[in-house]
C-alpha cells in the first residue's frame, strides 16, 4: 500500500479500542482511535478519512447517531457498525441509515481486515467506473466525457474533477476554499480567479439543459441546482 489509509475507529472501551488500533496500524492503516460519537466526529471532519469502524453503544453520541450525521455530508463513505446488540431489528437500522457492514462482538481481527479491504475496494471500483446521470447530461468520471443526447465533450482533467465535486454536492455549497486547496493546491486570490475560469467553462458546457444552473453563494463557494 503505498499510500497510508486513514481510518477512523469509535470504540468507548478503551483495551478492545487500542487492540483494534494496533491490529491495524501494523497492516498499513493509519487509526484514529476515538472513545465516543462526538470525538469521532471532530477527527472525521479534521482528517476526511476512508472508512469508518463506529461502536453503536457509546458515550455522548452513539454509532448510529454519528452515521446519520455524516451520512448527510457523505453519502459513500464506508461505514462498518461493531455492537454486542443481536437482535434483527437492530442489523436492520444499521443498514438502513446507511451502513455498508455490520460486525457482532466478539469478532476476529482478521475478519475485520477482510471486511474493510472489501469495502475501500469497491468504493475504489465504483468511482474508478462511475458514470454520473445530471439532469439531461451524463457525466463520464473516469473519461471525463460529458454528454448531451448523444453529442460529446471532452473535459480536461481540471475541469471533470471541478465538476465531479459540484455534483457529488449537489443542491448543497461546495466550500470554495476546500475545493481550492484540493483541486489548485493552495486558496490564494490568482487561484481563485481561475476556478472562476473553469467555474465559467462548466457554465457554458451545462447550458443546453436549463434546469442546471452553477450559483455563485458570495463569500461561501458554489453550488450546482438541478
Not at 43 to 61: A, E, F, G, R
Not at 80 to 92: C, E, G, H, R, Y
Not at 127 to 141: H, K, L, M, P, R
Amino acid at each position: 500500500m503505498n499510500k497510508v489509509t486513514e481510518i477512523v475507529l469509535a470504540e468507548d472501551e478503551p483495551s478492545l479500542g487500542q487492540i483494534i488500533k494496533e491490529s491495524l496500524d501494523t497492516r498499513g492503516f493509519k487509526v484514529h482511535l476515538a472513545q465516543n460519537g462526538e470525538e469521532a466526529y471532530k477527527i472525521y471532519k479534521n482528517i476526511h478519512p476512508k472508512l469508518l469502524v463506529l461502536d453503536v453503544m457509546m458515550p455522548k453520541k452513539d454509532g448510529f447517531t454519528l452515521a446519520k450525521e455524516i451520512r448527510l455530508e457523505d453519502e459513500t463513505i464506508p461505514i462498518i457498525f461493531l455492537t454486542a446488540k443481536s437482535q434483527t431489528q437492530d442489523v436492520v437500522e444499521g443498514f438502513t441509515i446507511g451502513g455498508n457492514d455490520y460486525l457482532k462482538k466478539p469478532f476476529s481481527m482478521e475478519e475485520l481486515i477482510v471486511r474493510i479491504n472489501n469495502l475501500l475496494n469497491r468504493t475504489a471500483f465504483q468511482q474508478n467506473s462511475e458514470v454520473i446521470a445530471i439532469g439531461e447530461y451524463t457525466f463520464d468520471f473516469p473519461r471525463q466525457i460529458l454528454s448531451f443526447k448523444g453529442s460529446d465533450q471532452k473535459l480536461t482533467h481540471r475541469e471533470s474533477h471541478l465538476l465531479f465535486h459540484l455534483i457529488k454536492n449537489k443542491n448543497q455549497i461546495l466550500d470554495r476554499s476546500l475545493i481550492l486547496k484540493k483541486l489548485w493546491g493552495d486558496d490564494d486570490f490568482f487561484n481563485g480567479r481561475s476556478m472562476d475560469v473553469f467555474i465559467t467553462k462548466l457554465r457554458k458546457k451545462l447550458q443546453q439543459d436549463s434546469s442546471i444552473e452553477i450559483i455563485n453563494v458570495r463569500g461561501y463557494g458554489y453550488k450546482l441546482v438541478c
